[in-house]
C-alpha cells in the first residue's frame, strides 16, 4: 500500500462504453497526475492538478476528461475510447508540483475492444 | 521525440553479479534525475536519485552515476538478488520549475537465480 489507491484495478470496455477511474491519495499531498504507460514505451503524463486546478494538459483528446473535486481525489471520465488506448493508467500524487517525490498508485489496467 | 532514452529494454544478470542500466538524455536544461522501479501489478516506487551537481550517489546496494558531458546516467545494483527482478525507468526534470519529470521506456532486470 503505497499511500495512492487506484479504482478499479482492471477494466474491460467497449468503445461505446462511458467509465471512470478513481485515485485516492491521503498523502497530503496538494498535486496529482495522470500518466499512460504503453508496452515498451515512456511514461506518458496526460494530466496534472495542482491545488484542484488543472495546470497541465498534454495534448490529450478530448475522450479523456479529468476531475479533481479535491485535493485527495482525482478522477479520470472515459468515453469513446479507441483500442490503442489501451494501457495502464497511473495516477501520482506529490507535495506539490515542484516536488520530485511521485507516489504512484498500483493503476488501471484498461482494455478497450 | 524521446528526451529520456533507455535502449535496452531487457537485461539479465546472474544473482551477485553487477546489473548495470543505462539511461541517456538529450535535454541539456535536466539536473535532477531518479530512477523508479516497478513490480508487475504495481506501480513504480522511487529508488534513488541524483541531482546534477554530484556524479555519484550511492544507497546500499544501488548507485547511481551521472556524466554531464555525455548525457549519460546508469543505475548499478550490486550484488543484484532475484527480488532486483523488476522494471527499472530512468526520470528527468528541470528542478526549481513547474515542468513535470519526463520518463524513459524503461528496462526490464531479470535476475536469475
Known amino acids: 500500500e503505497t499511500g495512492v489507491t487506484q479504482t478499479p484495478r482492471h477494466l474491460v470496455m467497449g468503445m461505446t462504453n462511458k467509465k471512470s477511474l478513481k485515485c485516492e491519495q491521503h498523502l497530503g499531498h496538494n498535486a496529482m497526475y495522470w500518466y499512460k504507460q504503453s508496452a515498451k514505451k515512456p511514461l506518458e503524463l496526460m494530466f496534472v492538478y495542482s491545488l484542484e486546478e488543472r495546470v497541465e494538459n498534454n495534448s490529450v483528446p478530448s475522450r479523456f476528461s479529468p476531475e479533481c473535486p479535491n485535493s485527495s481525489h482525482l478522477f479520470l471520465h472515459l468515453h469513446t475510447l479507441q483500442p490503442e488506448d489501451s494501457a495502464l493508467y497511473l495516477c501520482?500524487?506529490?507535495?506539490?508540483?515542484?516536488?520530485?517525490?511521485?507516489?504512484f498508485g498500483s493503476g488501471t489496467r484498461l482494455t478497450v475492444v | 521525440d524521446q528526451q529520456v532514452k533507455q535502449n535496452s529494454p531487457s537485461l539479465s544478470v546472474q544473482e551477485g553479479r553487477i546489473s548495470i542500466l543505462n539511461c541517456d538524455y538529450t535535454?541539456?536544461?535536466?539536473?535532477?534525475f531518479l530512477w523508479y522501479k516497478k513490480y508487475p501489478a504495481e506501480g513504480p516506487t522511487f529508488l534513488i536519485s541524483i541531482s546534477s551537481i554530484k556524479d555519484k550517489n550511492e544507497d546500499g546496494r544501488f548507485t547511481v552515476f551521472l556524466n554531464k558531458s555525455a548525457k549519460h546516467l546508469s543505475l548499478h545494483i550490486v550484488p543484484s538478488q532475484p527480488g532486483d527482478s523488476a522494471v527499472y525507468f530512468c526520470?528527468?526534470?528541470?528542478?526549481?520549475?513547474?515542468?513535470?519529470?519526463?520518463f524513459g521506456s524503461g528496462t526490464q532486470l531479470t535476475v536469475l537465480p
Open positions: 501520482a500524487s506529490s507535495q506539490d508540483v515542484r516536488g520530485s517525490g511521485y507516489t
Open positions: 535535454n541539456s536544461m535536466f539536473d535532477y
Open positions: 526520470a528527468a526534470r528541470e528542478s526549481g520549475s513547474a515542468r513535470q519529470l519526463t
